[in-house]
């Protein structure tokens, strides 16, 4: 069980950092992949533990419970027959009121203990699933970020193939790329103008409405119905 428990506080102790730039570096998730592959194996090997531990711990709670209550028992009868005067049946009771408390307090003993194992195993169980979803959140982050990054080199490696072709020597090559360029930059100048075509709308509804809500208010000052 130690074993496994320093297993888990390997994996929740992990360097998130060192995973982002090792990622960074080779342009890949594969190490997010591995922890995340690793932590659940983990998780499942833990909730397998924290199960047998749990029933051991309940068991034992209940063995402790019925020799507590036999031992309970033996005491009072004890007592009734030292009041009686029976001093064997006293002795003979009280012998085994001895072993059964003796084995009353290891059954609790032994149930605290795994008592305690098992919180320990719920509250790794926790924290470990807790580290996997920021893990898993950080993976999604960076699939995005190193999705961006290759979307970009695509562009910038389009745009210095389309400036090699500018400087190629070739006349024809050279129109050709100057041609690509202008419907780049006129399809750019169209969208700029539709954005602004349509900033230049909502600006103009918006300063109408104020221009309206002035004006009622104006009439309900000078007592005006509104449809005058």
Do not use: C, P
């Not at 995973?19 to 998780?43: H, P």
């Amino acid at each position: 069980m130690a074993s496994l428990l320093e297993k888990i506080g390997t994996l929740i102790s992990a360097n998130l950092h060192y995973m982002v730039d090792e990622a960074l570096k080779s342009n890949s998730i594969a190490v997010f992949d591995q922890y995340i592959r690793q932590v659940e194996n983990n998780l499942a090997e833990l909730e397998d533990a924290a199960a047998t531990v749990g029933g051991e711990a309940r068991m034992l709670r209940r063995k402790y419970d019925e020799f507590a209550g036999k031992a309970a028992e033996l005491d009072k009868n004890i007592d009734m027959f030292l009041s009686e005067g029976r001093e064997e049946l006293a002795v003979a009771a009280q012998t085994k009121f001895n072993s059964t408390k003796r084995l009353a307090d290891s059954y609790k003993e032994q149930a605290d203990r795994q008592q305690s194992e098992y919180q320990k195993l719920l509250d790794a169980r926790l924290k470990l699933e807790a580290k996997l979803t920021t893990v898993k959140q950080e993976r999604e982050e960076l699939q995005a970020l190193l999705t961006l990054a290759k979307s970009k080199e695509v562009s910038t490696k389009a745009v210095k193939s389309l400036d090699d072709l500018v400087g190629s020597g070739d006349a024809d090559i050279a129109r050709v790329a100057d041609s690509i360029r202008a419907r780049l930059d006129k399809a750019q100048a169209e969208s700029d103008m539709v954005a602004s075509r349509l900033d230049r709308q909502m600006d103009d509804v918006l300063e109408r409405e104020t221009l309206n809500r002035q004006l009622e208010e104006r009439k309900r000052r000078l007592g005006m119905s509104a449809g005058s």
